[in-house]
């Protein structure tokens, strides 16, 4: 009669232990699937991130990039009209300075004619001597001063033109360095993002270590039941 419930103890003891260990196998089966779930979820919401951070990227540099090519074109239209205005700039100095020279070419043929009139007139009076020489002299002087002084002015005015000119030439200068500078740098090509690092796949318990668990229960029910049955002939 003792037997069997040494035995019934045994079982009893042996099934307790292993739903323990069952339970226990898979309550940690199922923290590290959990576990492996979060880590995957938050890998590619981190994906997602970046991915969102590189389009991002793109759609900002292509942005750049056109005004950047509509800033180039902006300023090569600016360089023509600058040297368009240099050009009307420089027409118009040259279009003073030959009006100058045409007025000092007939100023000067004035005063020739004004000299030889002057003396044709004293020839014509007939008159020689030392009187008429020192007029004559003085007729050739008066016109060699009126002609330095017309080459004079027109020294001056080649000059002035000159200064002008140079003038128009750094105003274009000018105008080409700050179109120049007000130039956008070219874009810089984006870097891709890094990238998460993809998590490792923990390893939940090992069925050997379940296997391991439920032998080792087996003994220990065992063992309980040969305690038990000795109590129990002892007691009998």
Not at 25 to 37: D, I, L, T
Not at 42 to 57: F, T
Not at 85 to 99: F, G, P, Y
Not at 167 to 183: E, F
Request: glycine letters at 8%; charged letters at 15%.
């Amino acid at each position: 009669m003792c037997e069997p419930i040494s035995i019934a103890l045994g079982v009893a003891s042996f099934a307790g232990s292993a739903a323990s260990a069952v339970g226990q196998h898979q309550s940690q089966q199922a923290a590290v699937a959990r576990s492996n779930a979060i880590a995957k979820q938050q890998y590619q919401q981190q994906m997602q991130i970046a991915a969102a951070k590189d389009q991002e990227k793109g759609r900002v540099y292509k942005a750049e990039l056109k005004a950047t090519a509509v800033a180039k074109s902006a300023y090569f239209s600016q360089l023509e009209a600058n040297q368009a205005e240099a050009n009307r700039a420089s027409i118009s100095v040259q279009q003073k300075m030959d009006e100058r020279r045409t007025a000092a070419k007939f100023n000067m043929q004035g005063q020739i004619a004004n000299s030889i009139k002057a003396q044709g007139e004293m020839l014509a009076t007939g008159k020689s001597g030392q009187s008429f020489l020192l007029n004559a002299m003085q007729a050739e002087r008066d016109l060699g001063f009126e002609i330095a002084q017309i080459e004079q002015s027109l020294y001056d005015s080649r000059r002035a033109s000159g200064i002008e000119a140079e003038g128009i030439a750094l105003d274009q200068q000018s105008a080409n360095v700050g179109a120049w500078n007000n130039l956008p740098a070219d874009p810089l090509s984006p870097m891709a993002s890094f990238m998460p690092i993809k998590p490792i796949k923990a390893q939940g318990p090992s069925g050997l270590a379940l296997a391991g668990n439920l032998v080792s229960g087996a003994a220990g029910a065992v063992g309980t039941g040969i305690s038990t049955y000795s109590t129990i002939k002892d007691l009998g």
